[in-house]
Every structure is written in C-alpha cells, then in structure tokens.
C-alpha cells in the first residue's frame, strides 16, 4: 500500500515544537488527499488507534510509545488565490500563507505572521492574536467526517469560540482544505504590521527555546500570564522545564525536559493560580497519548 512517506518507530520529538514525546508505532505523510481516506479506510477496518498531526506546535505528547498511527498532513499543501479568496489545505504553513498573501496584496492575516502552525491546526483552535482569529476570515472548511465523506461545513457551522472550534468537540473531523475571505491591502502596508508584531514577540516571548507558544487560555478576570507572574511562578522549574521569564504564559524547554516535566509544570501552575484566585485555567494544548 503506497501511502506516500512512512516511517516506523519514529521518535515525535522531532515533530513538536516543545522537542518532546515519544514514538510512534508508524508515522504517514500522504501524498494527497485520496491518499488520505485510503489510509484512513485501511485504519479504520483494522481498528488501529491514530492522530493527526498538524505543525506539533500545540501539542504535548507523553514520552510512551504510541501505538497506532500518527498522521502527519504537510503533503496536503495547495494553495490557489481567487481575487480576495484563498483556497489552501490543511497542510500549508501559516506563517508562510501570511507571507504569500501579503505579495497578493491580501491583509486581515498578519495576527497569523507569528503563529508557527499549520493551517488545519490553527483552525481546529481557532487561532488567533491581536484581537483578530481565525473565524475572522474562514469562510468554509472541507473535512472528512467519521463515515469517510468528504463534506464542507460551512462558517456557522464550525462553532468557533475563543480557541475553540467544532473539530476540537469532535475528533472524528479531519480537515482536509479551506477557504479564507481576505480584504485588500498595500503590501507594504502589511509588511509593516508584521515586522512590527515580529519585534514586540522577539522582546516578550521566548523564541530562543523550545516551546509551544501560549499555555493557558485568558480567562476574564486577567490575563493567565499576569495571574501566573503575580503568583510568583516566573522562572519555576521542574526537571528541564521552566515558567518562562520572559513571559509567564510560556513554558519552556530550558534543559532536555521531558514530557512529563512539563505537564507536571502546567498541572502545577494550574493548582498554584486556583489556590491563589479561585480561577480554574485552561489549556490551550491538545495532551496525546496519556491515557
């Protein structure tokens, strides 16, 4: 069964931007997306466990084995502009349509510029910044459902919600494409607000470690980095995993910290800031493998 690229006892570590987790059992790239249902077809007769894997960058994978099939899109990476609509699959790079639209003279993308996902991912948690996120400019999404249909839900369809979304209610979706209502602008124009946004993460994030952007997501009351800060967590450690100083809503990869480093890190931020304010935080982070 040629699928495209598989590999086997594939350490994940070296797909996740925290440089954690551990191995699957077998690692697929399909080639496209008919390449795709057959191998979810071939899954799902044999009842093996699987994941989609987007960007790895809102991920936090335990450091067992997975066995199953991790599922990993970036072949899946077309794009097409249509005047001020973008058509584009699961695969492609945020980071690298924002740069590409903005050469199309296409804005109301540059929250996107510093996103390091891909573009399934950042719609399954609606990601966002600068009060702008993904719902602002999706239009429709083209999944596979669980019966291996290939369906397009359209906007009010999708149930976008701060960092949320239907896909993260119900795992049997796959995103597969999307189209983006974009508004146009003077390139220039929009290459100034990125490189501005860029300098202002480069001074208040962590970029030089490994990480996996934002923890928590900002309850009403403050945001989870100023009620992490003031609960004095900045720069606590356990293992090789640090609250970051820089910015208390990271956690870093300071010193080879394993998975589990990190989750009892968050767990423990988490119980700190309830203790402290009665406020139940929430991860933006998808946990694989756990159980």
């Not at 989609?52 to 099939?69: A, E, Q, T, W, Y």
């Not at 966002?128 to 429709?140: F, L, N, P, R, T």
């Not at 083209?142 to 839900?153: A, E, H, P, R, S």
Request: with cysteine; aromatic share 8%.
């Amino acid at each position: 069964m040629d699928l495209g690229k598989t590999l086997i006892d594939e350490d994940l570590s070296k797909y996740t931007t925290y440089k954690v987790g551990g191995k699957a059992k077998v690692l697929v790239f399909p080639e496209n997306k008919e390449k795709l249902l057959e191998l979810l077809k071939y899954i799902k007769e044999n009842n093996l466990k699987y994941f989609v894997m987007g960007n790895g960058s809102n991920l936090l994978i335990s450091s067992k084995v997975f066995d199953g099939v991790v599922i990993k899109l970036n072949k899946l990476n077309n794009v097409q502009i249509y005047d001020n609509e973008v058509y584009v699959e699961a695969g492609y790079p945020l980071i690298k349509l924002c740069m590409l639209c903005a050469d199309n003279n296409l804005g109301n993308l540059e929250f996107a510029s510093g996103i390091p996902a891909c573009v399934g991912g950042a719609i399954c948690s609606n990601a966002g910044a600068y009060k702008m996120e993904m719902s602002d400019i999706v239009e429709s999404v083209t999944v596979i459902d669980k019966d291996l249909n290939i369906v397009t839900l359209l906007k009010d369809d999708l149930k976008f919600a701060y960092r949320d979304s239907i896909f993260k209610e119900d795992k049997s979706y796959i995103i597969i494409s999307a189209m983006l209502k974009l508004e146009y602008k003077d390139k220039s124009e929009i290459l100034e607000i990125m490189e501005s946004r860029k300098q202002r993460r480069l001074e208040s994030q962590p970029l030089e470690y490994p990480s996996a952007g934002s923890v928590f997501r900002n309850p009403d009351a403050a945001p989870s980095g100023k009620l992490i800060e003031d609960a004095g967590l900045k720069g606590y450690t356990i293992g090789g995993a640090k609250v970051s100083e820089k910015h208390a809503n990271f956690i870093i990869n300071y010193n080879n910290a394993t998975s589990e480093d990190i989750k009892k890190l968050i767990d423990f931020v988490r119980s700190k800031v309830k203790e402290k304010y009665n406020i139940e935080l929430k991860s933006e982070q998808e946990l694989i493998n756990w159980e």
